[in-house]
């Protein structure tokens, strides 16, 4: 017997008219304004000026979050500038590091502390703003998870964690999704492919939460090559919404692996985008995963219909189909150095990561897999 806890889930509303019903959660939140946090796609798109205009004269304030993943500058510089309100209530409108930024935000609101009196659990969360997440991409499951990233003044790419950071009420209106970039689509895409196989076989799986992850993969089988494909397919693009939050769902109660481990190593050294970094990790790592746990990743395997020992392949299969190679091709990156990445994957922030992988590396295996990760970014780089 295996003792185990699960998380709570936010309220989720699936489906574009959700938006319009925006006003009423945020009183049901008790909130009195509203601050808006949100990815610089939004404001191009004029996706905000329609949530402004469903809020029937609510005060509201609009911190655009730069782009990159999110930084302690970027979390204090938003919480400072919509501190003023009067109960707000926090809305995430964006990608993973809009919605990071927006949950971390709402922590930082309920104190004078800054974003980095919380990092790495330093110190527990005091309270936090209602959340309201509503995500533009699908991959991160930001919008269900307990953790956030965030980079600190000395360019580490560290975490912070707690209940606190779950929103109250998740919104996945999948038109929002139908600007995405293919590359973007993809890179996303994969990261909840990611996400849900390495929740699924890690040693904090569950029996109940790789439900959620296996349903995880068959969705982004069924939907990500048609999303990258047909853009304004709005079943491919809510298939994978429904994706990324299963996911999230999933690593939020059984963590990541070893690919994120060293994806995580690839952004804090080089800025890799996170979903590109994490898939060609896993590209790289995945064969070394399933030797001698062929049993523990069968499930995952069927979703592809494959035996185990024929997942790394069916997983390049997936990749080609979702131009996964255009996506890497569209990023600058100088020389990497594998010892780099093989010390930075065994950082203390990457630590739970490498210690909850289905196969836990030596410090030689781990140096090992680093040097087939940059082998493997090499042959898309060319």
């Given at each position: 017997?295996?003792?185990?806890?699960?998380?709570?889930?936010?309220?989720?509303?699936?489906?574009?008219?959700?938006?319009?019903?925006?006003?009423?959660?945020?009183?049901?939140?008790?909130?009195?304004?509203?601050?808006?946090?949100?990815?610089?796609?939004?404001?191009?798109?004029?996706?905000?000026?329609?949530?402004?205009?469903?809020?029937?004269?609510?005060?509201?304030?609009?911190?655009?979050?730069?782009?990159?993943?999110?930084?302690?500058?970027?979390?204090?510089?938003?919480?400072?500038?919509?501190?003023?309100?009067i109960?707000?209530?926090?809305?995430?409108?964006?990608?993973?590091?809009?919605?990071?930024?927006?949950?971390?935000?709402?922590?930082?609101?309920?104190?004078?502390?800054?974003?980095?009196?919380?990092?790495?659990?330093?110190?527990?969360?005091?309270?936090?703003?209602?959340i309201?997440?509503?995500?533009?991409?699908?991959?991160?499951?930001s919008?269900?998870?307990?953790?956030?990233?965030?980079?600190?003044?000395?360019?580490?790419?560290?975490?912070?964690?707690?209940?606190?950071?779950?929103?109250?009420?998740?919104?996945?209106?999948?038109?929002?999704?139908?600007?995405?970039?293919?590359?973007?689509?993809?890179?996303?895409?994969?990261?909840?492919?990611?996400?849900?196989?390495?929740?699924?076989?890690?040693?904090?799986?569950?029996?109940?939460?790789a439900?959620?992850?296996?349903?995880?993969?068959?969705?982004?089988?069924?939907?990500?090559?048609?999303?990258?494909?047909?853009?304004?397919?709005?079943?491919?693009?809510q298939?994978?919404?429904e994706?990324?939050?299963?996911?999230?769902?999933?690593?939020?109660?059984?963590?990541?692996g070893?690919?994120?481990?060293?994806?995580?190593?690839?952004?804090?050294?080089?800025?890799?985008?996170?979903?590109?970094?994490?898939?060609?990790?896993?590209?790289?790592?995945?064969?070394?995963?399933?030797?001698?746990n062929?049993?523990?990743?069968?499930?995952?395997a069927?979703?592809?219909?494959?035996p185990p020992?024929?997942?790394?392949?069916?997983?390049?299969?997936?990749?080609?189909?979702?131009?996964?190679?255009?996506?890497?091709?569209?990023?600058?990156?100088?020389?990497?150095?594998?010892?780099?990445?093989?010390?930075?994957?065994?950082?203390?922030?990457?630590?739970?990561?490498?210690k909850?992988?289905?196969?836990?590396?030596?410090?030689?295996?781990?140096?090992?897999?680093?040097?087939?990760?940059?082998?493997?970014?090499?042959?898309?780089?060319?």
């Amino acid at each position: 017997m295996v003792a185990y806890e699960l998380g709570k889930v936010p309220r989720v509303l699936v489906g574009g008219e959700a938006v319009a019903g925006l006003s009423g959660l945020v009183r049901g939140l008790g909130g009195t304004s509203v601050a808006f946090v949100v990815d610089p796609v939004v404001l191009k798109g004029g996706y905000l000026e329609r949530l402004q205009a469903v809020l029937n004269g609510t005060g509201s304030a609009v911190y655009p979050v730069p782009p990159g993943e999110p930084t302690v500058g970027v979390v204090n510089q938003a919480a400072s500038t919509v501190r003023s309100l009067i109960d707000p209530v926090v809305v995430g409108v964006g990608g993973g590091s809009a919605l990071d930024t927006a949950k971390q935000v709402a922590g930082v609101l309920a104190a004078e502390h800054p974003i980095e009196h919380y990092l790495l659990c330093a110190n527990p969360w005091v309270g936090r703003r209602p959340i309201i997440a509503i995500p533009t991409t699908s991959g991160t499951g930001s919008e269900v998870t307990r953790t956030c990233i965030v980079s600190d003044a000395e360019d580490r790419k560290l975490w912070t964690w707690g209940d606190e950071l779950l929103p109250d009420v998740v919104i996945l209106d999948p038109s929002v999704a139908t600007t995405m970039p293919a590359w973007v689509t993809a890179s996303t895409g994969l990261d909840a492919l990611v996400h849900a196989l390495e929740a699924a076989t890690g040693q904090r799986r569950n029996p109940i939460s790789a439900g959620s992850a296996l349903q995880a993969i068959r969705l982004v089988l069924e939907h990500l090559p048609t999303a990258v494909q047909q853009p304004s397919n709005l079943a491919a693009r809510q298939g994978m919404q429904e994706a990324a939050l299963l996911a999230g769902l999933a690593i939020d109660n059984c963590g990541t692996g070893i690919a994120h481990c060293i994806g995580h190593a690839l952004g804090t050294l080089y800025h890799i985008p996170h979903g590109i970094a994490v898939t060609v990790a896993l590209e790289a790592t995945l064969a070394w995963n399933v030797e001698g746990n062929e049993a523990g990743y069968a499930d995952a395997a069927s979703c592809f219909g494959v035996p185990p020992k024929r997942l790394p392949q069916a997983f390049k299969k997936l990749l080609r189909a979702s131009d996964f190679a255009e996506a890497v091709k569209g990023v600058k990156a100088g020389r990497m150095n594998a010892n780099a990445v093989a010390s930075t994957m065994q950082a203390p922030e990457n630590q739970p990561m490498w210690k909850n992988n289905v196969r836990v590396p030596g410090e030689a295996e781990g140096l090992k897999l680093a040097r087939k990760t940059l082998e493997v970014w090499q042959s898309y780089r060319g």
